[in-house]
Antibody, heavy 118, light 113 residues
Framework: EVQLVESGGGLVQPGGSLRLSCAASGFTVSGSYMSWVRQAPGKGLDWVSILYTTGTTYYTDSVKGRFTVSRDDSKNTLHLQMNSLRVEDTATYYC????????????WGQGTLVTVSS | DIVMTQSPDSLALSLGERATINCRTGQSVLYRSSKKNYLAWYQQKPGQPPKLLLHWASTRESGVPDRFSGSGSGTDFTLTINNLQAEDVAVYYCQQYYTISRTFGQGTRVEIK
């Protein structure tokens, strides 16, 4: 069964850091186009980043230079390193598996909540 | 980034009625060589992640009831829910995957009157 399980969310102060993880099963992260999508409380979906099978990464403008997406092939896990966190980064973060290079997202994790507050 | 605009923001209908949700993209998401529209529709229920309903604007995912259908091309798309059921109460999002930065519409909330 194809499954994604996020972890690592929590409460962090503005300017702090947090590392999210997304453990995959039923497929290989290295062979997939993996993304992070976030959703602020009561708001809509906001695309954050994508990691291609080649290792190429792309980010939405608001997180460029602060967030880094990576993967650990030995653990079949996707990561999102978030630095210099801002109040506006508060959201539930979902990892999602893309259908292919230009694909939509058939598979989502349950999400992990990140709260940035003093 | 391609701006996605959904309408209406919310709608309340009676059981058995038809729900129509519109999505307009800031530029065409039709890839001419493949003649495919790079647009998807998702359903999100409270406390759950989004669930993919349709891709290529009108192709239903396995297991999605056939009362859900999609239409449109280029910049204007529609999600139709026929014979609205109680379990269809949710927020619906369109998403384009024509560009690397895959943007979403703001969502349309569907409720039962």
């Amino acid at each position: 069964e194809v499954q994604l399980v996020e972890s690592g969310g929590g409460l962090v102060q503005p300017g702090g850091s947090l590392r999210l993880s997304c453990a995959a099963s039923g497929f290989t992260v290295s062979g997939s186009y993996m993304s992070w999508v976030r959703q602020a409380p009561g708001k809509g979906l906001d695309w954050v980043s994508i990691l291609y099978t080649t290792g190429t990464t792309y980010y939405t403008d608001s997180v460029k230079g602060r967030f880094t997406v990576s993967r650990d092939d030995s653990k079949n896990t996707l990561h999102l390193q978030m630095n210099s966190l801002r109040v506006e980064d508060t959201a539930t973060y979902y990892c999602a598996r893309g259908r292919d290079l230009y694909g939509d997202y058939p598979t989502w994790g349950q999400g992990t909540l990140v709260t940035v507050s003093s | 980034d391609i701006v996605m605009t959904q309408s209406p923001d919310s709608l309340a209908l009676s059981l058995g009625e038809r729900a129509t949700i519109n999505c307009r993209t800031g530029q065409s998401v039709l890839y001419r060589s493949s003649k495919k529209n790079y647009l998807a529709w998702y359903q999100q229920k409270p406390g759950q992640p989004p669930k993919l309903l349709l891709h290529w604007a009108s192709t239903r995912e396995s297991g999605v009831p056939d009362r859900f259908s999609g239409s449109g091309s280029g910049t204007d798309f529609t999600l139709t829910i026929n014979n609205l059921q109680a379990e269809d109460v949710a927020v619906y999002y369109c998403q384009q995957y024509y560009t690397i930065s895959r943007t979403f519409g703001q969502g349309t909330r569907v409720e039962i009157k």
